[in-house]
Every structure is written in structure tokens, then in C-alpha cells.
């Protein structure tokens, strides 16, 4: 199972940092060969200190998911680095299950999915497909990190089951209670956000929090507020030294 599998490899790395290596400020005009060249010499110089790896569409798009993405893929593999993809899906469930399965078939462990689309024909083909290959992960995504998030995440919606009203972002952290998800992304930009969440989720769904640095989230806040794991981009990816920046991440999510 994902969940346990990066659990383990947290421990063993002594690590909660996940690298997202989402590379936004590079140049435009960067070939497809340097982007690649990149992303792969700062996830060879950053493995010694992180327990996972995300990649999203700043990749995906450029490089394509059965060639230069699954390269990254599979090195990540040889680290013994779990793969997470962020596709934030979001359609119905046929495409759901059709898009989910090539996800894994390229080798990712975990993809990140958005539960507005809420289960019957949503969510449960995505669940059906990481279930049939060999117990994939699925992160839900329950609070964002930008500035209007409040818009959305905090609009208050009628709970379909108990019939109460509550904010949009509990009724998604309860759906990744119900749903046994194997994770919830709630931004570190906002903490108290994440303190409301973990005690919905009553520390059976690990918090991943992305947001840490360039955006304004900062560890230790959000480390008392419950968050497992740190995703973090290009406080890594832009550093001078993006080995010494993921060691010092890495340091300070675990004092």
C-alpha cells in the first residue's frame, strides 16, 4: 500500500520531505532534452534527503508521460522513491478510470485527485483502479495554498449526509475519512486550516502540505498543526544549491 510503503520510507530516509519538481520559473525556450537534464540532476542531488517525489503538468506536458516523465519515474524508483502525480483529477468516471490507469501504467505510485466530483461515478472507479493495481495511492486534494482559496474551500455546502451546513474543505476532509484516502493536501499557507482538518481526520489520513517557502508556509506552524509531510518546489528547484536547501527542509520539519 502507498500510504505504508512512504511511511517506510520516510523513516528510513529520516525524512517528510516530498520534492515537487515542478520546474515554473525556468526558461521558456529550454528544449525538451534540458528541461529533462535538469529535473533529473536536481532529483540525483536532492534524493539523500527526501522520502518522495511529485511531478505535475510543468513536466508532464513538455516531456510526455510515457517518455521523459516515466525516465524520471524510474530514476525516482532506483532512489527508492515513491512517485506521486499531480493531475488534480476531476471528470467523470469513465475518463476518471481510463486517465488513472495510464497514470500507473507509466509507474506513478499516487495521484492527487480533486473529490468535488464526489463518488458514485467520481471518485470510486479512481479508488477501483489503484485497488487493481496493487494498492496505488490517491491524495485528495482538501484546501489550496494561493490567496483565494478561502473563496471556494470556505463556501458553506449542506453535508449530504448529516444535512447540517459546514465549509466546503471539512466536507472534503471528511470524504477522505469515509473514502480512506491516502492523504489529503491542505496548504501550508494556511495553518489553522490544517489544525481543523487533522482533527477531522483523526491521524488516519497523513496531511501533505505544499506552499513551504517561496509561498509563505512555514514548517514549524504547520508542523504543529498536524502536517506529516512537506511538498515542496521551487524553495528546492530555484536554490542555488538545491541540495543544501532540500538538507535544510529536510532538518527543520524534523526539530
Same mark, same amino acid.
Given at each position: ?5 512512504? &511511511? @517506510? ?6 525524512? @517528510? ?5 515542478? =520546474?515554473?520559473?525556468? =526558461? ?15 532529483? @540525483? ?25 516515466? %525516465? /524520471? ?10 512517485v ?11 475518463? &476518471? ?8 501504467e507509466?509507474?506513478?505510485?499516487a495521484?492527487? /485527485? &480533486? =473529490? ?22 490517491i ?9 483565494a ?12 449526509v448529516?444535512?447540517? %451546513? ?7 476532509a ?21 489544525k ?10 497523513? /496531511?501533505?502540505s ?8 512555514? /514548517?514549524? !506552524?504547520?508542523? %504543529? !498543526? ?7 518546489? @521551487?524553495?528546492?528547484? &530555484? !536554490?542555488?544549491? =538545491?541540495? %543544501? ?11
Amino acid at each position: 500500500m502507498f500510504k505504508d510503503e512512504l &511511511n @517506510r520510507v520516510s523513516l528510513e530516509k529520516n525524512s @517528510r520531505i516530498i520534492l515537487a519538481l515542478d =520546474p515554473s520559473a525556468l =526558461p521558456r525556450d529550454l528544449t525538451q532534452e534540458q528541461l529533462k537534464s535538469r529535473a533529473i540532476k536536481i532529483l @540525483r542531488d536532492v534524493s539523500p534527503y527526501i522520502c518522495g517525489v511529485k511531478i505535475n503538468m510543468q513536466l508532464l506536458l513538455p516531456l510526455g508521460l510515457y517518455y521523459g516523465v516515466k %525516465e /524520471i519515474i524510474d530514476l525516482a524508483h532506483n532512489f527508492g522513491l515513491p512517485v506521486i502525480m499531480d493531475c488534480k483529477l476531476s471528470d467523470v468516471g469513465h475518463t &476518471n478510470a481510463w486517465a488513472t490507469r495510464h497514470y500507473f501504467e507509466a509507474g506513478f505510485d499516487a495521484m492527487i /485527485i &480533486n =473529490p468535488i466530483i464526489g463518488w458514485a461515478q467520481g471518485a470510486e472507479p479512481i479508488f477501483q483502479v489503484a485497488k487493481e493495481y496493487g494498492g496505488r495511492g490517491i491524495i485528495l486534494l482538501v484546501y489550496t495554498t494561493h490567496k483565494a482559496a478561502p473563496e471556494s474551500y470556505e463556501l458553506l455546502v449542506k453535508d449530504p449526509v448529516s444535512g447540517i %451546513e459546514i465549509f466546503l474543505y471539512e466536507l472534503f476532509a471528511r470524504r477522505a475519512l469515509e473514502w480512506n484516502a491516502d492523504g489529503a493536501i491542505v496548504g501550508g499557507t494556511y495553518p489553522e486550516k490544517i489544525k481543523i482538518i487533522s482533527s477531522i481526520l483523526q491521524g488516519k489520513v497523513p /496531511i501533505f502540505s505544499p506552499g513551504i517557502g517561496v509561498q509563505g508556509g512555514r /514548517i514549524k !506552524a504547520c508542523l %504543529e !498543526a498536524g502536517t506529516k509531510y512537506f511538498i515542496i518546489g @521551487r524553495s528546492i528547484f &530555484n !536554490a542555488e544549491n =538545491p541540495a %543544501e536547501a532540500a538538507k535544510f527542509f529536510r532538518d527543520l520539519a524534523l526539530s
